[in-house]
């Protein structure tokens, strides 16, 4: 195929797919079929450093329990009171809603059918009373499940991924490392069956080889964090497999300790540092010198504005959820959305990088170092961002204007096509 009229770094040219990679770039390429880009810029394809796919799925058919959509208690007995069959499934709660809201208060105030909602942190679940009874438990009592999130998907099949990926190619997203750590052999599996088109890249369990699954996904508890000997321990062994880690950070204490460990066990390159929420500059110093990947989520600055002005100590602002920082000191960088917790749209997190909430603002960074953010390799977060050139895989996003006008507004960004490989396999109609 040939894609005509194509803006690459400004220019217009015609680019031959072949075999899967990008064949030829040239003026006035002869050959069928071709596809008329009209002037539109051709970026590669992006890529999701951090997604949740099957929580994402099961998320589409859920009902948002937490801001920006749900912000209070009216609203919310408002969201979970619409008609509907069978289990109720709520995303996305926040305390600042309606507190620290129980069975007894959805036995009240929720429609009358099995209900569970899901914490924002993905740690914690609240049932009512239906829902506790089709479960078969009476603990805890008040409904509140901790990391119970494991017995109650084995209650429920794997949700259909179609209508999620369709929405992820339709963002030009040809890739996503899907990261979550209690990945087995069946989610593998089911993942390698279910993802396609996408280039899927799967973190795990200790049980994973490295063939199946580059990164070891290491999630511990704020209040009960592993001991420093043990944790090191785990990464060694990783190592020793031919694995790298990748941990879930979110607290000072969390990036603290990792770092501390993988000092100890000694890093290899792709060890990853997830999130890095809150980082202070020798925490920024620590991760260069350990030469870590850290993927990070630009959107939640803009998503949990409000949550983070009320929540988080002002002097620990200026630590929340950097970028330019991370930039300015030459750390390996990309980002992810962490949907479900997070909006798959990585427009709308370019965006959010771009132009951050007023106090945050000192960590902007500019459009092209935010495209960048999710142009690296699927397998190498830590490389630099890809190019359309000759040799590379076919794996590309046109957007329907140019480059220049996409710039001054990322949140407007349509995208007209995406190719995976050289197929294309999404074309916007209108
Ligand atoms: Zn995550």
Known sequence: MIIRNAEIDGKIFDVLLADGLIAEIGKELKGDPHFDAKGGALIPGLHDHHIHLNATAAAMNSVRCGPPEVSGETELIQALNK???????????????????????????????????????????????????????????????????????????????????????????????????????????????????????????????????????????????????????????????????????????????TLAALEMAGPIYGDRIEHAAIADDAAIDWMKKLGVIVVTQPNFITEREAAYLKDVPSDEHKNLWRLKAFADAGLKLAAGSDAPFGNPN???????????????????????????????????????????????????????????????????????ATWIGGNLVYNRVD
């Open 346 to 416: 990585p427009w709308a997190a370019m965006a959010a990088a771009v132009s951050r909430p007023k106090g945050f603002e000192d960590e902007a960074v500019s459009p092209e170092a935010a495209l960048g953010l999710y142009t690296k390799p699927a397998n190498d977060a830590g490389a630099k961002p890809r190019k359309v050139k000759i040799g590379e895989p076919a794996d590309l996003c046109l957007l329907d204007g140019s480059w220049a006008q996409a710039r001054k507004n990322l949140t407007d960004v349509k995208v007209q």
């Open 83 to 257: 008609d509907g069959e069978g289990w109720l499934r709520g995303v996305g709660y926040h305390h600042s809603v309606a507190g620290e809201i129980d069975r007894a208060w959805l036995d009240e105030n929720g429609p009358d059918c099995p209900v569970r909602i899901q914490h924002r942190s993905g740690r914690l679940w609240i049932l009512n009373s239906f829902a506790m009874a089709e479960l078969d438990i009476t603990e805890p009592a008040n409904g509140r499940l901790l990391d119970s999130d494991i017995s109650l998907r084995a209650t429920a099949q794997f949700p259909d991924l179609k209508p999620l990926i369709a929405r992820l190619l339709s963002y030009g997203i040809t890739g996503v490392t899907e990261v979550t750590p209690s990945n087995g052999m069946a989610e593998y599996e089911n993942y390698l069956r279910e993802a396609k088109p996408l280039r899927v890249s799967i973190m795990g369990r200790a049980d994973l080889s490295a063939k199946q699954s580059q990164h070891l996904k290491l999630h511990y508890h704020d209040h009960d964090l592993p001991a420093l000997e043990s944790l090191a321990q785990e990464i060694k062994q990783a190592h020793a497999a031919g694995r790298n880690i990748a941990a879930h950070c979110v607290t000072r204490a969390e990036v603290m300790l």
